[in-house]
């Protein structure tokens, strides 16, 4: 129901699952296991895979803390989208890729839930998209101490204010891996 005309396909996006990025990250082993599940399901249905990663001065590009967490891989004919914002639409070429592809539909996976994962839900929808939040393969740290709720509360939050999100003639959702439609 996209807003994108002739764009009926849907990509899985694997936002900033980097060492920098997940480690220490609230459920990081079970999430990153989720994802990873996913991407096997993407590649084994067709759909392809678009990994977001992301650099900056705290994460410095080609570092340790740069690198993808090793419990995933990309494959060499999948699309890696480096960006330096929360929103992995912002000055990237994450709608070129989809668009080539004819996506019309997101399914978001990654890190941190309270910056780039909410950033790129919206950033997606604003720019015509349906958008699937996975539930349960989206994480972030624990930034209690500096006034932010404990990240299982983060992520029950976003999982909660994005299944309740509408704009005309999208879709927002939010799934568990389980029960994904991927293609």
Known sequence: MSTLEGRDASALLVIDVQNGVIDGAY????????IRSLVDRARNEGVPVVWIQ?????????????????????????????????????????????????????????SQTDECIRSTIHGGLTRGYDVSLIGDAHT???????????PDLVVAHTNLYWGNHRAPGRTAEVVAAADVRLG
């Open 54 to 110: 992301h650099s900056d001065d705290n994460i410095e590009y080609g570092s340790d803390a740069w690198q993808y967490v090793p419990e995933l891989s990309r494959a060499d004919d999948e699309a890696l989208v480096p960006k330096h914002y929360a929103d992995a639409f912002e000055e990237t070429a994450l709608e070129e890729v989809l668009a080539s592809a004819g996506v019309g539909r997101i399914v978001v996976t990654g």
């Open 140 to 150: 972030t740290e624990d930034l209690s101490e500096w006034g932010a709720p404990t």
């Open 27 to 34: 459920r990081r082993d079970e999430v990153v296991g989720t």
